[in-house]
């Protein structure tokens, strides 16, 4: 789940894989916006066919904190 999440990121920001790790901060180190993470949010949702509560989106600030939430669903 890791890679794949790692991968919808990449895909969506245009960015290579090698430079997202699990410790990268969503808006600081990958350069996202709230609105960016929103949109992300709804690409986990229909991949991993889980629904994600708007208050944990506002949880969510590193790579790890998005694999740790799905994981958790």
């Not at 999440?5 to 180190?29: A, F, G, H, P, R």
Request: proline share 1%.
């Amino acid at each position: 789940m890791e890679e794949k999440i790692i991968e919808i990121i990449c895909k969506y920001q245009k960015i290579d894989k090698t430079t997202v790790t699990l410790e990268s901060n969503l808006m600081k180190d990958i350069g996202l916006s709230s609105f960016d993470v929103i949109g992300l949010v709804c690409k986990f949702e229909e991949e991993f066919d889980v629904e994600i509560p708007d208050r944990a989106i506002t949880t969510v600030r590193t790579v790890g904190d998005i694999v740790n939430l799905i994981s958790s669903l």
